[in-house]
């Protein structure tokens, strides 16, 4: 049975960080593009970040772009979500999904981010950026 289970979401004021996880069971990450992706009540769930492990790429939402990192860590079968300097606007439930239909970020762009591409998800964790 695939399960992905995130964790690290809190809540945190403007500018400070945070680092989510996500942890894979039923299957090896290492096979599988992730995607990072965020939903607020009443608007669509909206792709944040995705890694490919087929060749290493990355593609971030340009929103994100030079503040959230996506990394992995094979032997403990786990995607990370570094975000820095926090804005209200990141606010949001956080989720991690695998796909084994997306091969490479760098080629695909924003589109390796469409939710249809991903066949398992996490339950979500949330992130509230406030003063």
């Known amino acids: 049975q695939v399960q992905l289970v995130e964790s690290g979401g809190d809540s945190v004021q403007p500018g400070g960080s945070l680092r989510l996880s996500c942890v894979a069971s039923?299957?090896?990450?290492?096979?599988?593009?992730i995607g990072w992706f965020r939903q607020v009540p009443g608007k669509e769930r909206e792709g944040v970040a995705c890694?490919?492990?087929?060749?290493?790429?990355?593609v971030y939402q340009q929103s994100v772009q030079g503040r959230f990192t996506v990394t992995r860590d094979g032997a403990k079968n786990t995607v990370y979500l570094q975000m820095n300097s926090l804005e209200p606007e990141d606010t949001a439930v956080y989720y991690c999904?695998?796909?084994?239909?997306?091969?490479?970020?760098?080629?695909?762009?924003?589109?390796?981010?469409?939710?249809?591409?991903?066949?398992?998800w996490g339950q979500g964790t949330q992130v509230t950026v406030s003063s």
């Open positions: 890694l490919t492990s087929s060749d290493g790429t990355t």
């Open positions: 039923g299957l090896t990450l290492d096979n599988y593009a």
């Open positions: 999904a695998a796909s084994n239909r997306v091969h490479s970020a760098q080629h695909m762009g924003v589109i390796a981010m469409i939710t249809g591409w991903y066949d398992y």
